[in-house]
């Protein structure tokens, strides 16, 4: 049996790594989160083979106690304050994550655990310098707390290789999206306000330009690192690579919505919103074997999951 610890199980990505895993008979996982921003529902339903923990891993007595009495072989720290408006009114809570990354790297390497996977973020390049962003070429260039506090995860990892030998890999995360995305996210934010006919607003002109990337694509990704034991002391960019901009993201929302919603202008953020974001995800490729999926074959996919449409009407 192979137990894996997942913090941040309850969100997004997190869910959709434990149910990936779960496929694995071989797998025992704990989630362990603090729902502050993750949701119960977003988890598989009960099993055997996995449990749930309500933990904070900024707090060292319960995840140290979590921690020396399980033994873990692998553990994937996902558990941070996320979302650009969320980050920028609470920097403090989100320097409170470095705390976690150093509490889950020492009780990783005196539990024995094999190999920490960590949640990093396209946010560590800051406004780019070159397009695509390549993991060990384009320079960081990060600003706000939550990129910095990442890109100090980064350097602790590399650190705790160094000195004390705890196998790590980084994923830097470009903007991923699904069924589970909370909804102050872009793309479900957009469908939301679509699918009730509700003005959609942008932050600018709506200019900036992203990638994105499915759920699905980015876990298959990361599940394929851990089984083909890939990447091993080393980042990848896990994202999409075809560049839209955010006014056409919702010219296409609600063209697929058939919505009557109207495209709205604000002022743009003072900080944080990057004009542009790209990576290079040859690496990911390679690993998949594979192209992604589009972003309208996405959206397309949540639009036809009945329990998120129906989680959206109001």
Same mark, same amino acid.
């Given at each position: 049996? +192979?137990?894996?610890?997942?913090?941040?199980?309850?969100?997004?990505?997190?869910?959709?790594?434990?149910?990936?895993?779960?496929?694995?008979?071989?797998?025992?996982?704990?989630?362990?989160d603090?729902?502050?921003?993750?949701?119960?529902n977003?988890?598989?339903?009960?099993? @055997?083979?996995?449990?749930? $923990?309500?933990?904070?891993?900024?707090?060292?007595?319960?995840?140290?106690?979590?921690?020396?009495?399980?033994?873990?072989?692998?553990?994937?720290?996902?558990?941070?304050?996320?979302?650009?408006?969320?980050?920028?009114?609470?920097?403090?809570?989100?320097?409170?994550? $470095?705390d976690?990354?150093?509490? &889950?790297?020492?009780?990783?390497?005196n539990?024995?655990?094999?190999?920490?996977?960590?949640?990093?973020?396209?946010?560590?390049?800051?406004?780019?310098?070159?397009? @695509?962003?390549?993991?060990?070429?384009? @320079?960081?260039?990060?600003?706000?707390?939550?990129?910095?506090?990442?890109?100090?995860?980064?350097?602790?990892?590399?650190?705790?290789?160094?000195?004390?030998?705890?196998?790590?890999?980084?994923?830097?995360?470009?903007?991923?999206?699904?069924?589970?995305?909370?909804?102050?996210?872009?793309?479900?934010?957009?469908?939301?306000?679509?699918?009730n006919?509700?003005?959609?607003?942008?932050?600018?002109?709506?200019?900036?330009?992203?990638?994105? +990337?499915?759920?699905?694509?980015? $876990?298959?990704?990361?599940?394929?690192?851990?089984?083909?034991?890939?990447? &091993?002391?080393?980042? &990848?960019?896990?994202?999409?690579?075809?560049?839209?901009?955010?006014?056409?993201?919702?010219?296409?929302?609600?063209?697929?919505?058939?919505?009557?919603?109207?495209?709205?202008?604000?002022?743009?953020? &003072?900080?944080?919103?990057?004009?542009?974001?790209?990576?290079d995800?040859t690496?990911?490729?390679?690993?998949l074997?594979?192209?992604?999926?589009?972003?309208?074959e996405?959206?397309?996919?949540?639009?036809?999951?009945?329990?998120?449409?129906?989680? +959206?009407?109001?």
């Open positions: 049996m +192979c137990k894996i610890l997942v913090t941040g199980g309850a969100g997004n990505i997190g869910s959709a790594l434990v149910k990936k895993l779960l496929q694995n008979q071989q797998n025992f996982i704990v989630v362990a603090n729902l502050s921003t993750g949701l119960k977003k988890l598989p339903p009960p099993s @055997p083979k996995w449990k749930f $923990i309500n933990c904070d891993v900024n707090k060292y007595k319960g995840i140290s106690e979590l921690m020396t009495s399980n033994n873990f072989d692998y553990v994937f720290h996902f558990a941070a304050i996320v979302g650009v408006s969320r980050t920028q009114e609470n920097p403090i809570k989100v320097l409170e994550d $470095i976690g990354i150093k509490y &889950i790297l020492e009780l990783s390497k539990t024995g655990v094999k190999r920490v996977f960590f949640s990093s973020s396209s946010e560590v390049y800051g406004e780019p310098v070159e397009l @695509p962003q390549h993991e060990h070429t384009t @320079p960081l260039n990060s600003r706000v707390p939550y990129a910095i506090v990442k890109n100090v995860g980064e350097a602790y990892l590399k650190s705790y290789k160094q000195e004390y030998d705890l196998d790590y890999t980084i994923f830097r995360f470009f903007n991923t999206y699904g069924v589970n995305q909370s909804p102050d996210f872009v793309v479900t934010r957009f469908i939301r306000a679509a699918l006919n509700q003005d959609i607003t942008l932050y600018g002109d709506g200019s900036q330009t992203r990638t994105f +990337c499915y759920v699905d694509d980015n $876990i298959d990704a990361c599940v394929k690192i851990l089984y083909k034991n890939k990447m &091993i002391n080393d980042i &990848i960019n896990i994202g999409g690579d075809v560049v839209i901009k955010i006014i056409d993201l919702a010219k296409m929302i609600i063209s697929l919505t058939n919505s009557s919603s109207k495209i709205i202008n604000l002022p743009p953020l &003072i900080d944080g919103d990057m004009t542009r974001r790209q990576p995800n690496k990911m490729l390679a690993i074997g594979r192209d992604l999926l589009s972003i309208e996405g959206i397309k996919l949540m639009l036809a999951d009945e329990n998120f449409v129906n989680s +959206c009407v109001e």
